[in-house]
């Protein structure tokens, strides 16, 4: 059974920074596994941040790419997300998922099999 867990989330000031932590238990099966970040702000549809292939092949949502830094640490089972330079646009509900088959860009990663259960970013 596959379990992700997000934490970091937080309230900050426009112009800081937070980097938030996904933790996997658990073992998803397959040749290509990718993890990445969504995020749903209220009364918006959930919309993709990035994601990262297990050979490291990262994927950006253009707007984000120059704020937001996705990396992961396979020895901890752990994703994580820095943001920098966070704007109240940036406020939402930030989402870890993860899959081993719909890995071809954020659209594709939408159909993710496995999410957690959000962490709040606030940015005021």
């Known amino acids: 059974h596959v379990q992700l867990v997000e934490s970091g989330g937080g309230s900050v000031q426009a112009g800081g920074s937070l980097r938030l932590s996904c933790v996997r238990s658990?073992?998803?099966?397959?040749?290509?596994?990718?993890m990445g970040w969504f995020r749903q702000a209220p009364g918006r549809e959930r919309e993709g941040v990035a994601m990262?292939?297990?050979?490291?092949?990262?994927t950006y949502k253009n707007s984000l790419k120059a704020r937001f830094t996705i990396s992961k640490d396979n020895a901890k089972n752990t994703l994580y997300l820095q943001m920098r330079n966070l704007q109240p646009e940036d406020t939402a509900t930030y989402y870890c998922?993860?899959?081993?088959?719909?890995?071809?860009?954020?659209?594709?990663?939408?159909?993710?099999?496995?999410w957690g259960q959000g962490t709040q970013v606030t940015v005021s």
């Open positions: 998922a993860a899959d081993a088959y719909y890995c071809d860009g954020l659209n594709t990663f939408t159909r993710a099999a496995h």
């Open positions: 658990g073992t998803i099966y397959g040749s290509r596994i990718c």
């Open positions: 990262i292939e297990s050979d490291g092949t990262t």
